[in-house]
């Protein structure tokens, strides 16, 4: 029996074996698969960034020996002073808002944002299944085919092909001789030769094949319950179910590499796994995590944390759909418009996006949130930026407060930023004067972290950031603004 070791390496690392044999596998953005054959076969998993922190469960499929198709779970522990509690309280977070980072996508983002989510959870829920769904009526219409070549017989006049001497003679039983008679033998003319012919087909894979098969059993058995999650839709399997069947070959051939793939036999092999993700997420009881960069995942909650916050403040937000950004919300406070950006990117093209053109004259900045309040046409900003480092020190601030400071422009050449703020989950040392440096830290984290005393961490997120609406970004106080 085939018995296969997959090893994570990384800041935490962890080791499983599977047994069975694998079948290919679909890492997160920022994971390399390295597979080496030795004393056993192992396959290494290693994140291409030396600055990321993997954290999470790692869904690994593979098929068993009676060759039915089975997952098993690869876990990856966070590191201190992460607590699972933390991990798994910002994930639930995000993924009940529709910002929860990609098991499997490139973009490493979920594609649904803040205001789907509010309009239709069942969405949400079924968003990877829709993808299925798609994909699977697409290849249906037009499925891809794959050139190769064939041996087959052919008349002797035929022009088919390229005619095979060596394999005409072993059909035969005797040797021939098509161009002359040797000497002391008879000519043997057949009336049939082997020929090398070209060839097309449709293109199976027995990995897609089990994949789909398992998400369609898998969904069925969930949707039987719409509670665990939704109500699942009666027709929204049966092309995924037709794929499964289409894509399995008969005769049993070994799979190409995924590489060698048609691209839409990729994207919904990712979209299957993706969905098996989502459904054991579903399980009663069931509280892990996908494997994900742990800093993606704490830079998408820090802004979802500051989107909660402002609307405790302000009332619910105007939020925007579809415009590039994951959160895009406005308030109307007193006279002042207020209006979030998760994330933005300010290039050397003039951008109006915040009702004056700005713009950087440094490099390209994408700070993870920006807040603006315009009155008029005077527009001031300030920024918040979750770093991927346990704590900040005043260097680091220094270094990365004033690319925003001085690196944004408005048109008139005047520095709009008021303001910017890093945050970090252990926060860290206050520049030396805050109010005229235009520079501070926050600490965050969804429970207080474990070890030193609150005061060791300076000042909190929501303390931070109601500190900077009323005083770089001049808002009223929330209990005197309308909501």
């Not at 991990?87 to 639930?92: A, E, H, K, R």
């Not at 990877?128 to 008349?155: D, E, F, H, T, Y």
């Not at 990729?266 to 579903?282: D, G, K, P, T």
Request: hydrophobic share 40%; proline share 8%.
């Amino acid at each position: 029996m085939t018995h296969t070791q997959v090893r994570f390496e990384g800041v935490s690392e962890a080791v499983v074996d599977v047994p069975g044999r694998l079948l290919p596998l679909i890492p997160p953005p920022g994971i390399e698969v390295r597979r080496s054959a030795g004393a056993r076969d192992e396959v290494v998993l290693r994140r291409s960034d030396p600055f990321s922190a993997f954290v999470g469960r790692f869904s690994i499929p593979y098929v068993t020996e009676n060759g039915s198709i089975d997952v098993t779970f690869l876990n990856v522990p966070p590191a201190e002073p992460w607590r699972w509690s933390d991990i798994q309280s910002m994930w639930s977070d995000l993924l009940s808002s529709g910002q929860a980072p990609s098991a499997s996508r490139a973009g490493g983002h979920s594609e649904v944002g803040i205001a789907r989510v509010r309009h239709d959870r069942d969405a949400l829920d079924w968003l990877p299944l829709n993808a299925c769904n798609a994909i699977s009526r697409r290849l249906l219409a037009r499925w891809p085919q794959v050139s190769g070549s064939k041996v087959a017989l052919a008349p002797l006049e035929s022009a088919r092909g390229n005619e095979l001497v060596e394999r005409t003679e072993e059909w035969l039983g005797t040797r021939i001789s098509l161009l002359t008679v040797e000497h002391g033998e008879q000519r043997v003319v057949p009336e049939m030769t082997a020929r090398r012919v070209a060839d097309s087909g449709p293109w199976k894979s027995q990995a897609l094949a089990l994949v789909s098969g398992l998400v369609v059993r898998s969904a069925r058995a969930r949707g039987a319950d719409p509670t665990r999650a939704g109500e699942l839709p009666t027709h929204l399997l049966r092309p995924l179910e037709a794929v499964s069947q289409l894509a399995r070959s008969s005769r049993g051939e070994v799979d190409l590499p995924i590489s060698s793939w048609p691209p839409s036999f990729v994207l919904l092999y990712r979209y299957c796994i993706e969905a098996l993700v989502m459904l054991q997420s579903h399980e009663p009881g069931n509280d892990w995590v996908p494997l994900a960069d742990l800093w993606r995942i704490y830079e998408a909650w820090v802004a979802l944390r500051v989107f909660n916050i402002l609307e405790s403040r302000y009332g619910v937000a105007d939020i925007a759909d579809g415009d590039g950004h994951r959160i895009s919300a406005s308030w109307q406070v007193g006279s002042c418009l207020l209006r979030m950006f998760h994330p933005h990117t300010f290039g050397g093209t003039p951008d109006d996006t915040f009702g004056v053109e700005l713009r950087s004259v440094t490099s390209e900045l994408e700070p993870d949130i920006v807040l603006s309040t315009s009155v008029g046409d005077v527009v001031r900003l300030a920024i918040l930026d979750p770093k991927n480092r346990l704590s900040i020190d005043r260097g680091t601030l220094a270094v990365e407060a004033s690319k925003y400071l001085w690196g944004i422009r408005n048109d008139a050449n005047e520095l709009p930023v008021r303001c910017v703020v890093l945050v970090a989950p252990r926060g860290g040392a206050a520049s030396i004067d805050p109010h005229l440096s235009g520079m501070s830290v926050a600490w965050a984290m969804p429970e207080q972290p474990a070890g030193p005393h609150q005061a060791e961490f300076g000042t909190s997120l929501s303390e931070a950031l109601s500190r900077l609406l009323t005083e770089a970004l001049e808002l009223p106080n929330p209990t005197t603004a309308p909501h």
